[in-house]
């Protein structure tokens, strides 16, 4: 029973849930990129080479021959994962940016100066009775 004890703490520590729910929104953001940059980055870009689709560009190292698939270098899915990466990376670097920017607003902000309390409200009080009927304050509790 000792192991899947420890087994279950494993897998109930935040940690562990915190990672697998980043690992999942972290696929799915991957998949949105990627529909993002095959269906609407790239048709522009090969309209713009001539109508060229890159995942389609490979070099025949060997023809197809009795029965055996042809060898090609599929330069082209390497440029389409290229751009797939960077759109990514960059799309990463606006996220994080735009939270560091968020968390340095909120450090920059004052902190909200304290409610007095029922004892200090109550003091200023008297010192302000004392005051309106003029009598002399100790140097201490003028303000």
Do not use: C, H, W
């Amino acid at each position: 029973m000792g192991i899947l004890q420890e087994f279950k703490e494993f897998a109930v520590k935040g940690n562990a849930v915190d990672m697998a729910v980043g690992i999942i929104i972290g696929a799915a953001f991957g998949k949105i990129i990627s529909s993002l940059v095959a269906d609407v980055v790239m048709p522009p870009i090969g309209m713009l080479i001539g109508g060229v689709d890159f995942s389609n560009l490979a070099i025949t190292l060997k023809e197809a021959a009795e029965g055996a698939p042809a060898v090609t270098l599929k330069y082209g899915a390497f440029i389409q994962t290229m751009v797939d990466f960077t759109i990514i990376a960059f799309a990463i670097f606006m996220i994080v940016k735009l939270i560091n920017s968020l968390k340095k607003k909120q450090e920059e902000a004052p902190p909200a100066a304290p409610e007095p309390t029922k004892e200090e409200l109550l003091l200023t009080e008297i010192r302000d009775l004392l005051k309106a009927k003029n009598q002399s304050l100790p140097p201490n509790l003028e303000k």
